[in-house]
């Protein structure tokens, strides 16, 4: 059964303050690995598709790396209107890709 | 672009009533999925729908749970009868083709007392 697990649950950080958020996954088969976010009475907002070990992409504050057990989520000196919940989720490759989703890192950025 | 539309918003029923969920996905998205989010956790998927096809319906109730996406666009989701744990966020979401990207939509809150 595939399995994603968030670290940490929840994190705190002042304006500015750089951190990265931790996504580990078991799958057979990865087809690929995304990174969501969500924001209080919305639906998740995509951010980020990983297909392979060494992979990179970047948004604005935001750069999503891939390995082949983890994925991080780091963030640069981030500002308040980035604290929002970030979801990692995973497909595989033989089946009908459906998204399997860990439970979330709440992020609060205090000015 | 219109996003991924549903209704109602939020809903409030009494456990053993019946609930139904519409969803209109993004125009021309093939792949339209249900899924129910629990307070703190993330997002389970119900229901996998390719044009009028059902792709996965493993982890949908069928006791109590039923979805039909008619003529491949809209989509509605009811539950019969509810549950107290049935209480959640009900989740539409599609995408062009599987396995692209999947957009999703605001949810429906759903509370069941």
């Known amino acids: 059964e595939d399995q994603v697990t968030q670290s940490p649950e929840a994190l705190r950080l002042q304006e500015g303050e750089s951190s990265s958020l931790n996504c580990s996954y078991t799958v057979s088969g990865l087809r690929g690995l995304f990174w969501y976010r969500q924001d209080p009475g919305k639906g998740p907002e995509f951010l980020f598709t990983?297909?392979?070990a060494g992979e990179e992409k970047e948004k604005e504050r935001l750069k999503a790396t891939l390995t082949k057990k983890e994925s991080f989520l780091h963030i640069t000196a981030p500002k308040p209107e980035d604290s929002a919940t970030y979801l990692c989720a995973v497909s595989r490759g033989v089946s009908n890709y459906k998204l399997t989703f860990g439970k979330g890192t709440l992020l609060t950025v205090n000015p | 672009e219109a996003g991924v539309a549903q209704s109602p918003r939020y809903k409030i029923i009494e456990k053993r009533q019946s609930v139904a969920f519409w969803c209109n996905p993004i125009?021309?998205?093939?792949?339209l999925y249900w899924y129910q989010q629990i307070l703190g956790q993330g997002p389970k998927l119900l229901i996998q729908?390719?044009?009028?096809?059902?792709?996965?319906d493993s982890q949908l109730p069928k006791d109590r749970f039923s979805a039909e996406r008619l003529k491949g666009v809209d989509s509605t989701l009811k539950i019969q009868p509810a549950k107290l744990e049935d209480s959640a966020v009900y989740l539409c979401a599609s995408s062009l083709d599987y396995p692209d990207t999947q957009y999703f939509g605001p949810g429906t809150r759903l509370t069941v007392l």
């Open positions: 729908f390719q044009n009028n096809g059902v792709v996965d």
């Open positions: 990983l297909y392979s």
């Open positions: 125009s021309g998205h093939a792949t």
